[in-house]
């Protein structure tokens, strides 16, 4: 049995997802990421909210929730304040983090709450059928956009590095070891981190944009990728086409949100003690 | 040292909860309980408790649940439009069995409505507002000491119940200040103190008309919460016959511990003629006419819900045996009225009276509805 | 079970996929150091991805009729295996490893359990 198995609820396999779909390249890569951090199970949760990225929590044999749409980071936003030296992971797709659930991620970023966010972007609502997303590249046809989809994409990295977030990174499901590198790095990172994962989504989106297996698709992903370095170099017109990937920011220094609110108590207890001692 | 003060409507339900072990808070501010957030930021911290203001009123009920099932008993506070916003959250605090108070200080609606005057216009949202078939409680305290009982009973019925259970105020009730003397209250029940024998990771699994028994998260056990229908173990299932058990199961553990969770106040019952059923700020105006009419030789009487949801079927059931007038009265155009009028369904004179403009009945005006029978 | 058809991989991107891993396979010899490929034939998917990444087209896809999708992949060169484990890496299934200490009592229990619906 390899380590990493024993984080894996394998009485809930076989896992639902198409054939040759990045989720179970996710799945493993984090499930390898706790082996090598060599975490205790029982103290890490796994939460999500719905799609296809929805139901990876219930392969994981740690604590796991699977909530309601766009909401997961709230739901761990509570779990981290009422157990702040636990293990808080979530997993979203496009819809649950940056359309119904955008607001929540902006706010788990200014906050640096310490949630370590696995973002899945496939440019898609898989689970529905696929529908454009916030994340779906221009042009390209979906269920909702027959004609062509009108609406740029989100770019992740910058949407939060806007909202202070401390620690954002990108990789793709063709490159399983620096994807696993990263997600450690996340792992390890106290504050909220944000690793997004871009991955092939070949039944649903792939299919109407001329890459129907997952060969194709994440052949096309390969053709995306680019270092930092030659991302730096390209023009405007050029950077929309393409995702860098790598860690696009990290800063170590700040405080995260419970140790913040632990100084808070501190501070209104002492204050108590002070208030009941006049009072005598 | 008297313990005798005047509290506002939502001081006390603070003060109540945090001794009710409270430790969590998170919400969003919101006419007419915005006072209830502002007050726990002040208070919890002093008691290493945990409070956080979050971004909207989803992302509040969000992290209540994720507090509690974390082990917190957790409370948010929120009026009509914020009560709307938390409708989904709410299901799945029904679905996954999971602990929770929310206070619902209503106003009047829809929509922004009125929101610096009362109503009692979301009766039937708060039993049916979120979707599927689910069961739930509601808790409604119309005095001063009423909310400091009711708050603590929330706590209690939440944890014993595995189930969300909400504490309705008046908006006039919620901001009024009145004089309260505050009790000493020893029975807090905690059910999550208890080892259970968790085999097999059976958190779902019991007789019919029982609390599941359901562990936190970080007990040592790798246990599965989904808000999708599920088995024993709480992993998502759409098997006929799983879901029907299971909605079974969660309907009964209510419907079978009536006796339990309903709690009521009755005011000159024993030879009432004529019943008032009324609750919140109208039964206190129903209270004052009811003295009114017994002044003048009128028999009738005032049966007070503090549990309006459920609804106190069979109790209502054995005072139709021999009353056979009862009035209805609550500020707006109809909604408990109709759960009165289906349990009184052999005969007896039913009237209600009814508004819906921000403004509270007056003792006059109950006493002249009720020498209409 | 019914056998459903594959219908995630047209059989002409199977043979694609099986072509260039032979064509890696070509400039290739057999390894110095031999390793152990373990298959859960009852979790692969027949997706490919493991036979795309394997740089000396040690794995190939075949036709498997007693698996729900109808395809998975084989170590059709065993000998070829030089233990990089980009295979294992890729799987979104858990159905291959290299060098595995297999508990023969816990895979015959996935596999058991796998029909279980």
């Given at each position: 049995?390899?380590?990493?198995?024993?984080?894996?609820?394998?009485?809930?396999?076989?896992?639902?997802?198409?054939?040759?779909?990045?989720?179970?390249?996710?799945?493993?890569?984090?499930?390898?990421?706790?082996?090598?951090?060599?975490?205790?199970?029982?103290?890490?949760?796994?939460?999500?909210?719905?799609?296809?990225?929805?139901?990876?929590?219930?392969?994981?044999?740690?604590?796991?929730?699977?909530?309601?749409?766009?909401?997961?980071?709230?739901?761990?936003?509570?779990?981290?304040?009422?157990?702040?030296?636990?293990?808080?992971?979530?997993?979203?797709?496009?819809?649950?983090a940056?359309?119904?659930?955008?607001?929540?991620?902006?706010?788990?970023?200014?906050?640096?709450?310490?949630?370590?966010?696995i973002l899945i972007n496939?440019?898609?609502?898989?689970?529905?059928?696929?529908?454009?997303?916030?994340?779906?590249?221009?042009?390209?046809?979906?269920?909702?956009?027959?004609?062509?989809?009108?609406?740029?994409?989100?770019?992740t990295a910058?949407?939060l590095?806007?909202?202070?977030?401390?620690?954002v990174a990108r990789e793709?499901?063709?490159?399983?070891?620096?994807?696993?590198?990263?997600?450690?790095?996340?792992?390890?990172?106290?504050?909220?981190?944000v690793v997004e994962a871009i991955?092939?989504?070949?039944?649903?989106?792939?299919?109407?944009?001329?890459?129907?297996?997952?060969?194709?698709?994440?052949?096309?992903?390969?053709?995306?990728?680019?270092?930092?370095?030659?991302?730096?170099?390209?023009?405007?017109?050029?950077?929309?086409?393409?995702y860098?990937?790598?860690?696009?920011?990290?800063?170590?220094?700040?405080?995260?949100?419970?140790?913040?609110?632990?100084?808070?108590?501190?501070?209104?207890?002492?204050?108590?003690?002070?208030?009941?001692?006049?009072?005598? | 040292?008297?313990?005798?003060?005047?509290?506002?409507?939502?001081?006390?339900?603070?003060?109540?909860?945090?001794?009710?072990?409270?430790?969590?808070?998170?919400?969003?501010?919101?006419?007419?309980?915005?006072?209830?957030?502002?007050?726990?930021?002040?208070?919890?911290?002093?008691?290493?408790?945990?409070?956080?203001?979050?971004?909207?009123?989803?992302?509040?009920?969000?992290?209540?649940?994720?507090?509690?099932?974390?082990?917190?008993?957790?409370?948010?506070?929120?009026?009509?439009?914020?009560?709307?916003?938390?409708?989904?959250?709410?299901?799945?605090?029904?679905?996954?069995?999971?602990?929770?108070?929310?206070?619902?200080?209503?106003?009047?609606?829809?929509?922004?409505?009125?929101?610096?005057?009362?109503?009692?216009?979301?009766?039937?949202?708060?039993?049916?507002?979120?979707?599927?078939?689910?069961?739930?409680?509601?808790?409604?305290?119309?005095?001063?000491?009423?909310?400091?009982?009711?708050?603590?009973?929330?706590?209690?019925?939440?944890?014993?119940?595995?189930?969300?259970?909400?504490?309705?105020?008046?908006?006039?009730?919620?901001?009024?200040?009145?004089?309260?003397?505050?009790?000493?209250?020893?029975?807090?029940?905690?059910?999550?103190?208890?080892?259970?024998?968790?085999?097999?990771?059976?958190?779902?699994?019991?007789?019919?008309?029982?609390?599941?028994?359901?562990?936190?998260?970080?007990?040592?056990?790798?246990?599965?919460?989904?808000?999708?229908?599920?088995?024993?173990?709480?992993?998502?299932?759409?098997?006929?016959?799983?879901?029907?058990?299971?909605?079974?199961?969660?309907?009964?553990?209510?419907?079978?511990?009536?006796?339990?969770?309903?709690?009521?106040?009755?005011?000159?019952?024993?030879?009432?003629?004529?019943?008032?059923?009324?609750?919140?700020?109208?039964?206190?105006?129903?209270?004052?006419?009811?003295?009114?009419?017994?002044?003048?030789?009128?028999?009738?009487?005032?049966?007070?819900?503090?549990?309006?949801?459920?609804?106190?079927?069979?109790?209502?059931?054995?005072?139709?045996?021999?009353?056979?007038?009862?009035?209805?009265?609550?500020?707006?155009?109809?909604?408990?009225?109709?759960?009165?009028?289906?349990?009184?369904?052999?005969?007896?004179?039913?009237?209600?009276?009814?508004?819906?403009?921000?403004?509270?009945?007056?003792?006059?005006?109950?006493?002249?509805?009720?020498?209409?029978? | 079970?019914?056998?459903?058809?594959?219908?995630?991989?047209?059989?002409?991107?199977?043979?694609?996929?099986?072509?260039?891993?032979?064509?890696?396979?070509?400039?290739?010899?057999?390894?110095?150091?031999?390793?152990?490929?373990?298959?859960?034939?009852?979790?692969?998917?027949?997706?490919?991805?493991?036979?795309?990444?394997?740089?000396?087209?040690?794995?190939?896809?075949?036709?498997?009729?007693?698996?729900?999708?109808?395809?998975?992949?084989?170590?059709?060169?065993?000998?070829?295996?030089?233990?990089?484990?980009?295979?294992?890496?890729?799987?979104?299934?858990?159905?291959?490893?290299?060098?595995?200490?297999?508990?023969?009592?816990?895979?015959?229990?996935?596999?058991?359990?796998?029909?279980?619906?």
């Open positions: 049995m390899r380590d990493y198995e024993k984080y894996i609820r394998y009485e809930t396999f076989p896992n639902p997802w198409c054939p040759g779909c990045g989720d179970g390249i996710i799945l493993k890569a984090t499930a390898m990421a706790f082996a090598e951090l060599e975490l205790d199970p029982n103290d890490i949760i796994v939460v999500a909210g719905i799609g296809c990225s929805g139901r990876m929590p219930t392969f994981f044999k740690t604590n796991t929730l699977h909530t309601t749409h766009g909401r997961a980071l709230t739901y761990a936003t509570g779990i981290k304040l009422a157990q702040p030296d636990k293990l808080v992971v979530v997993i979203s797709g496009d819809g649950d940056l359309a119904i659930g955008g607001n929540h991620l902006i706010h788990a970023a200014r906050r640096n709450i310490g949630i370590n966010l496939n440019g898609v609502y898989g689970m529905t059928g696929g529908q454009a997303s916030p994340l779906t590249p221009q042009l390209f046809h979906t269920g909702t956009t027959p004609y062509g989809n009108i609406e740029p994409r989100f770019d910058d949407l590095i806007a909202a202070k977030v401390s620690f793709t499901v063709n490159r399983p070891f620096p994807l696993k590198e990263v997600i450690k790095k996340a792992l390890l990172h106290k504050g909220f981190s991955s092939n989504c070949h039944v649903n989106l792939g299919s109407k944009n001329k890459m129907k297996t997952a060969l194709s698709m994440t052949k096309w992903i390969a053709g995306k990728t680019v270092t930092k370095a030659e991302y730096a170099e390209m023009s405007d017109e050029e950077k929309r086409q393409k860098p990937v790598g860690v696009l920011k990290q800063e170590d220094e700040r405080l995260e949100y419970t140790e913040i609110y632990h100084n808070v108590v501190r501070a209104a207890v002492e204050e108590q003690r002070r208030a009941e001692g006049r009072a005598q | 040292m008297s313990k005798r003060r005047a509290l506002q409507g939502n001081a006390i339900v603070v003060k109540a909860a945090i001794a009710a072990g409270c430790d969590f808070y998170a919400g969003y501010p919101i006419s007419p309980s915005s006072e209830i957030t502002v007050y726990m930021s002040r208070e919890l911290p002093k008691l290493e408790r945990v409070f956080i203001q979050m971004e909207d009123e989803i992302a509040s009920i969000g992290a209540c649940i994720g507090a509690s099932l974390a082990g917190r008993k957790a409370m948010t506070a929120t009026s009509g439009p914020g009560f709307s916003l938390m409708q989904e959250n709410l299901g799945f605090a029904v679905m996954a069995e999971v602990p929770l108070v929310i206070v619902n200080a209503m106003r009047g609606g829809p929509s922004t409505g009125l929101p610096t005057k009362p109503s009692q216009a979301d009766m039937m949202q708060m039993r049916w507002g979120t979707h599927g078939d689910h069961p739930i409680i509601a808790l409604y305290p119309a005095f001063p000491e009423e909310i400091y009982y009711e708050t603590i009973r929330a706590f209690n019925l939440a944890e014993k119940f595995w189930n969300p259970v909400i504490l309705i105020l008046d908006e006039c009730i919620a901001k009024a200040h009145e004089d309260i003397e505050i009790p000493e209250i020893e029975d807090i029940y905690s059910d999550r103190m208890k080892k259970h024998d968790i085999r097999d990771l059976n958190i779902y699994e019991r007789h019919f008309g029982e609390s599941p028994p359901r562990i936190d998260f970080f007990q040592g056990y790798p246990i599965h919460i989904d808000g999708l229908e599920h088995d024993a173990h709480g992993w998502p299932t759409s098997s006929p016959e799983v879901t029907d058990r299971m909605q079974r199961l969660r309907m009964e553990k209510i419907t079978n511990a009536l006796d339990e969770i309903i709690e009521y106040k009755e005011y000159f019952m024993e030879d009432a003629e004529i019943m008032v059923y009324s609750f919140g700020i109208s039964a206190r105006s129903a209270l004052a006419a009811v003295h009114l009419a017994r002044e003048q030789g009128i028999k009738a009487g005032l049966f007070q819900a503090l549990t309006i949801w459920p609804f106190p079927d069979d109790v209502l059931r054995k005072r139709f045996e021999r009353i056979k007038k009862v009035l209805t009265v609550e500020m707006n155009m109809g909604q408990m009225v109709f759960e009165v009028e289906r349990v009184a369904c052999r005969g007896e004179e039913k009237r209600a009276l009814l508004r819906a403009s921000g403004v509270p009945f007056t003792p006059d005006e109950v006493l002249a509805k009720i020498e209409e029978f | 079970m019914p056998l459903a058809e594959s219908k995630f991989l047209a059989s002409q991107d199977e043979l694609e996929v099986n072509q260039e891993a032979l064509e890696r396979r070509q400039k290739k010899e057999p390894s110095k150091t031999k390793h152990k490929i373990t298959l859960r034939p009852f979790y692969c998917k027949g997706c490919g991805l493991c036979v795309d990444i394997c740089p000396t087209g040690t794995l190939l896809l075949q036709t498997n009729k007693r698996t729900r999708w109808g395809v998975t992949a084989i170590k059709a060169a065993p000998d070829y295996c030089i233990g990089c484990k980009m295979c294992e890496h890729r799987c979104p299934d858990f159905a291959i490893f290299i060098d595995y200490e297999a508990d023969e009592e816990q895979e015959r229990a996935l596999e058991a359990r796998k029909d279980h619906e």
